[in-house]
């Protein structure tokens, strides 16, 4: 069953045509992870599929609502899908632990103790239970975002949509993160579309990659296939930049 | 000197701080008034609620740019024509509501897009509905922006209750004219002692100011 289904979607900004004609099934389980270059289209892309951008043309569904009917309940996409920023986008306002603990305690009516538990729990998959009442600007980059991944997980979703999570991160505190989502990309139920320049963690982890120029994916191949032999010129040319 | 004293006899003073009290709760009522109005049309126009937005955000700029005594004249005299009758202090405490409203509604709408857009999209991203996001992230960040603006706006509020003296409001600058009025000589007696009023209070509001903007930034 297909968690994410883009229908030839299109997208304009004013002049500018972000997306064209862009077809993607991401299955449920799935992780697949999104390249290219800068200005590409792969942070819009995946910011429509939570709402944050709205499509012109086409059908997106998601967890099986169509986000281009403008009666589509956002709010009930977005509790079954989380997103997780390149700049983490922590509640400043809010300590770490009340930054897990506020969606599920508002939008899931989750019991307070067993909230606690949760995030709690998850505080400590991440190595930061002596942080739970620091507030997210005393703390690194790497942990900002492993709090927010955590946040993310604290919801129970069913997908997870990664926005170049480690772009903003000093290079020793990429690894944690990563390591982090390579645990969630094991459950073998939660669906994941990541954005990243990593690619080990694409080889590592992705069942496909997605290749986008231009607002277009160029190219979708299962991992392997895309690392080794990849089809698309443009492809082959950014591999090359990238890989050493 | 013996001029000096006499303008500050009991009876003079006294007089005066009556009038600063008319000053004090006109300013007190005002204030709560327009900081709540104020702040739910600025919300409401942050939100682009489509026409209603709109319409809001239209009345709030063209109050924003009439003079605030036009309003007071609006109120006093203009209302009436109408069948609306008022006394001079709730004609001069509506026109300072209606005024002040609309001047902290640009301020709470501008202090809530001073937040950055990353703590919205999170929110929304999380699965917060609007009015959660506002109520639980955003202005909590924007109030504490805010506080510098509101004070300033509220200090030109205390100041500005003066102008009332045209539909004479018995508030202290009124007294005042009314004092010196009568002797020409405590003319300046009474500007030293009305300059020292409202510093007294308009400076003991932006200490308050000042307390709570170090005390929300700890």
Do not use: C
Request: avoid cysteine.
């Amino acid at each position: 069953m297909s968690m994410i289904e883009f229908k030839d979607v299109e997208k304009y900004y004013g002049d500018f045509h972000a997306l064209k004609d862009i077809n993607l099934d991401v299955e449920t389980g799935e992780t697949v992870v999104l390249i290219g270059p800068s200005g590409s289209g792969k942070s819009t892309l995946i910011r429509s599929v939570n709402g944050l951008e709205t499509i012109q043309k086409g059908q997106l569904i998601v967890n099986g609502q169509d986000l281009a009917d403008p009666k589509t309940n956002l709010n009930r996409i977005r509790k079954d899908v989380g997103m997780v920023f390149q700049h983490f986008n922590l509640y400043a306002n809010k300590t770490v632990l009340e930054n897990i603990m506020l969606a599920p305690r508002l939008v899931l009516h989750r019991d307070e103790a067993e909230n606690k538990k949760v995030a709690m729990g998850l505080l400590e998959r991440v190595n930061l239970v002596d942080q739970a009442n620091k507030y997210p600007s005393t703390l690194s980059g790497g942990q900002q975002q492993r709090i927010a991944i955590a946040r993310s997980l604290a919801m129970k979703p069913k997908a997870l949509l990664f926005d170049e999570p480690t772009s903003a991160l000093d290079p020793e505190m990429v690894n944690d993160v990563l390591k982090f989502m390579r645990e969630i990309a094991q459950d073998s139920s939660m669906t994941m579309l990541v954005v990243t320049h990593e690619m080990g963690f694409a080889k590592q982890v992705a069942d496909r990659v997605i290749f986008m120029a231009d607002g277009q994916i160029l190219e979708d191949s299962p991992t392997k296939e895309f690392f080794e032999q990849p089809s698309e010129p443009r492809a082959r040319k950014f591999l090359s930049q990238i890989v050493h | 000197m013996q001029e000096l004293i006499q303008a500050y006899s009991w009876i003079n003073l006294r007089f005066l701080l009556m009038g600063l009290w008319v000053t004090i709760e006109v300013s007190v009522i005002s204030i709560g008034l327009s900081f709540v109005i104020g702040s739910l049309l600025g919300i409401i126009r942050y939100m682009k609620l489509g026409w209603f937005s709109k319409i809001v955000g239209f009345i709030v700029d063209v109050i924003r740019n009439l003079p605030l005594l036009l309003i007071i004249f609006f109120t006093y005299f203009g209302l009436p024509k109408i069948g609306i009758h008022m006394g001079v202090m709730m004609s001069t405490t509506v026109a300072m509501t209606i005024f002040e409203s609309a001047m902290i509604a640009e301020i709470v709408r501008s202090g809530i897009l001073a937040v950055p857009k990353g703590q919205l999209e999170g929110a929304l991203s999380n699965g917060l509905t609007m009015p959660e996001t506002l109520w639980h992230i955003l202005l909590p960040q924007a109030y504490k922006k805010m506080i510098p603006p509101l004070v300033s706006q509220f200090v030109s509020l205390i100041k500005d209750t003066s102008l009332a003296t045209i539909i004479m409001l018995p508030e202290v600058t009124f007294r005042a004219q009314t004092i010196y009025a009568q002797k020409p000589q405590a003319i300046i007696p009474m500007f030293i002692m009305l300059a020292l009023l409202y510093f007294v209070l308009n400076f003991t509001v932006s200490q308050l100011g000042s307390y709570f903007d170090r005390r929300m930034e700890a």
